[in-house]
């Protein structure tokens, strides 16, 4: 399966099983043997497919290095950024030269932007291994890093030239880390697609991964040609991150997996809009009720909604006092809800309240 990404410079999004050793193929399609590669991966999946795209693209006749950084979001920093620019340097890269991320959503965010800014922008092609990354990060352009007073806060958009996806590789991954994906899947589910939502509940989305992957990249697909740059649209994919976002920063982006965080934002933004009669009735208890399936968390237990929405200040989707959630009219359907952050805290007080009193009852 194939999908062509119509942004300024078109790419495809290879969807197929044994992709990971075609990496090469693909590469020589595109680029002049000349070109010199660097492979940027990470610790956990360098180990498991690092020598067989390094041999593909080898054996399709491109001379390889490659760059290794410690895996976790807590190493998603300008300190490991630096490091890739130095390896860059010393294999003497240039504008003319290429990247290949192979990972996670970390890999592809910090590779991608080590790609936009080392001589002020070279080429990259995405390799993404995880869940998460194959239906949402590898695609859209969105490159960056983590710092300590918010997430995603420093970065680019460049869109990679293709991004290679093997369903396959995800075997190998740990449980914990499709969970962690299935937070992303059923977001796209909640926005855009009421029957990948179905499919989602009645199990059938999960035992064919490769056409659940290639319906969420479809409809990222869209909304990035309809918005390459964020400043419309394509805010609805951000469902759920915004108070995700800020419970991930703090756990100190490491205690709460992105996936996870999400999740808990899509749940608690839903239950307000549904108190507020602007979503659907039942459409809370029916996202719980997935993200139970899913065996994602729905709440956290060690942040009050205070503490969460303080730390959204520097939320790239707020403007001033004005905080912007995107939620669901239904599943399938969104809107932007604009409120003051200080209404907002008072507003989960009273549903907490109420919810509290209900429970009881």
């Known amino acids: 399966m194939v999908i062509t990404v119509k942004t300024d410079v078109p790419y495809n999004v290879i969807i197929e099983n044994g992709a990971i050793d075609k990496v090469g193929e693909v590469v020589a399609s595109m680029y002049k043997s000349t070109t010199k590669v660097m492979l940027i991966s990470e610790t956990n999946v360098f180990p498991i497919y690092g020598d ?58 910090m590779g991608g932007f080590a790609a936009a800014t080392f001589l002020r922008g070279m080429d990259f092609i995405q390799v993404p291994t995880s869940l998460l990354s194959q ?5 859209g352009g969105k ?3 983590d710092m300590p007073f918010g997430k995603n806060l420093v970065g680019a958009f460049h869109q990679p030239r293709a991004v290679i996806t093997d369903p396959e590789t995800l075997k190998t991954l ?14 796209y589910g909640a926005i855009w697609d ?20 290639y319906k969420c990249v479809d409809c990222k697909r869209q909304l990035v040609e309809e918005d390459a740059h964020d400043k419309g649209n394509r805010i609805i994919l951000n469902f759920g991150h915004t108070l995700g976002h800020a419970l991930e920063k703090l756990h ?10 999400v999740a808990i934002g899509m749940l608690k933004v839903t239950r307000l809009s549904e108190a507020e009669n602007l979503t659907e009735e039942g459409t809370s208890d029916r996202l719980e009720a997935l993200l139970k399936k899913m065996h994602l968390p729905t709440d956290d ?10 730390a959204t200040a520097l939320d790239k989707k707020s403007t001033g006092r004005i905080l912007n959630l995107v939620c669901i009219k239904k599943i399938g359907e969104t809107f932007v809800y604009k409120t003051e952050r200080n209404l907002l805290v008072l507003k989960y ?8 009193r209900n429970a009881k009852a």
């Open 135 to 139: 239906v949402d990060a590898s695609v």
């Open 194 to 213: 009421e029957e990948l939502f179905a499919d989602l509940e009645s199990g059938k989305a999960l035992r064919d991964l490769p056409a659940t992957i």
């Open 52 to 109: 067989r795209v390094i041999k593909s693209i080898k054996d399709a006749g491109f001379a390889v290095s490659h760059f290794v950084y410690e895996a976790g979001e807590q190493n998603k920093t300008m300190e490991t950024v630096m490091q890739m620019y130095k390896a860059l340097g010393d294999a003497g890269f240039t504008r003319t030269d290429l990247i290949v991320t192979l990972g996670g959503g970390v890999t592809g965010d």
């Open 301 to 310: 237990a060690e942040f009050p909604i205070d503490k969460i929405i303080d």
């Open 252 to 261: 100190g982006f490491s205690g709460l997996s992105h996936g996870r965080a």
């Open 174 to 187: 740990p449980e914990d880390y499709l969970i962690d994906g299935m937070g992303e899947v059923v977001k």
């Open 143 to 145: 490159t960056g890093i």
């Open 349 to 356: 007080k009273i549903l907490e309240e109420q919810r509290s």
